[in-house]
């Protein structure tokens, strides 16, 4: 179970003060000046209450977290999770945020939006794997430490699918690897054999990322309840004489995830962004007999043939690949 977390009170301050304090001592240029910058660290439960959000912190004092609601298009902030280097790794950053999400979700968020230092990579790292993407442009802040902040943002409730730009792909890479090196282990018919590294993983979504900035490529994903659960791809590159149609490629969803319906609405969001794009005619082949082609079949695909033993299983054994198309309405 670890630690327990509670909420935090204003007597905390001192807990408070030295996990920000000691985080921003890692980092060469950020100035930690209570009076001048953070007076509010002395009071922070009143602080957070009074623009009607909520604190936490463990009860060993390691971690601590807070969220407060935006007032704007249902969202809420997660802010100020901080955690002593020393408790890293033992799964109480997760722990805080669970509980920091749970708490706006519960009071009816439908986006979360944070901030953090471009300077705090592990930190990026942390929020990628939860699913939360770039969003926006960099903040400037006017204060000692002349902070830049990147922002992030995720959907929190229910089955959201978004076309992801250049910025919010390369921050989706990593939760896109796990996704990726999971369906492979499944084995899916996305152009790999098991077992997947992380490295080719990486790699792969690397790539996408650049032509998602060529605009080459539409990336979408979907998340399920805050959870980045499953993407399509749009090949937006093609041939001179084919401008109306468009590649559907490398539909993928979490396999802990399936049979919720995210596979569906991916492949009509990808539909509809065609439609937007002025793509009429979409293609896509899949592998014979598996679930693909029977999704495809139910939301009106037709089948243009097949190639026999055209590629390798997991198994390393020869299967038939399906070729199929559908029309957009004109």
């Known amino acids: 179970m670890g630690v327990a977390i509670r909420p935090g009170r204003d007597g905390d301050a001192e807990a408070f003060i030295r996990l920000i304090r000691d985080a921003w001592a890692e980092f060469p240029g950020c100035i930690f000046d209570l009076d001048a910058e953070l007076p509010e660290l002395r009071a ?3 602080y957070f209450a009074g623009s009607g959000g909520a604190l936490w912190l463990s009860e060993d004092g390691q971690g601590m977290v807070a969220t407060r609601p935006l007032g704007a298009d249902d969202a809420w902030e997660i802010c100020r999770l901080y955690v002593d280097a020393g408790a890293r790794g033992s799964g109480l950053a997760h722990r805080l945020l669970d509980t920091a999400e749970a708490h706006a979700r519960a009071a009816g968020a439908e986006r979360l939006v944070l901030w953090t230092d471009t300077r705090f ?12 993407v770039r969003s926006g442009a960099i903040r400037i802040l006017d204060d000692l430490s002349k902070s830049l902040e990147f922002r992030y943002a995720k959907p929190l409730k229910g089955l959201v699918v978004e076309a ?5 792909a390369a921050s989706a890479e990593r ?11 499944e084995g899916a018919s996305v152009s790999f054999l098991p077992p997947m590294s992380r490295e080719k993983a990486r790699g792969f ?16 994903v979907a998340w399920l309840d805050g959870v980045l659960a499953g993407t399509v791809q749009l090949h ?9 149609r468009v590649e559907v490629e490398k539909l993928l969803v979490d396999p802990a995830l399936r049979r919720r319906g995210v596979g569906t609405a991916l492949v009509r969001r990808a539909e509809q962004a065609a439609e937007r794009l002025g793509r009429k005619l979409l293609t896509l082949d899949t592998r014979g007999g598996e679930a693909g082609e029977a999704l495809y079949r139910r939301l009106g695909w037709r089948e243009a043939g097949r190639i026999p033993r055209c590629e390798l299983d997991a198994r390393r054994e020869k299967q038939d690949v399906v070729f199929f198309f559908k029309e957009v309405p004109a």
Do not use: M
């Open 44 to 46: 922070l439960a009143t």
């Open 175 to 185: 939760r896109l690897a796990d996704i990726l090196i999971g369906c492979v282990a």
């Open 236 to 244: 937006l590159d093609s041939q001179e004489n084919q401008p109306h």
């Open 205 to 220: 979504w690397k790539r996408v990322s650049t032509e998602v900035a060529q605009n080459h490529r539409l990336l979408l």
């Open 164 to 168: 992801l730009d250049a910025a919010a």
């Open 121 to 132: 990579e592990a930190a990026h790292a942390f929020y990628e794997k939860r699913g939360y």
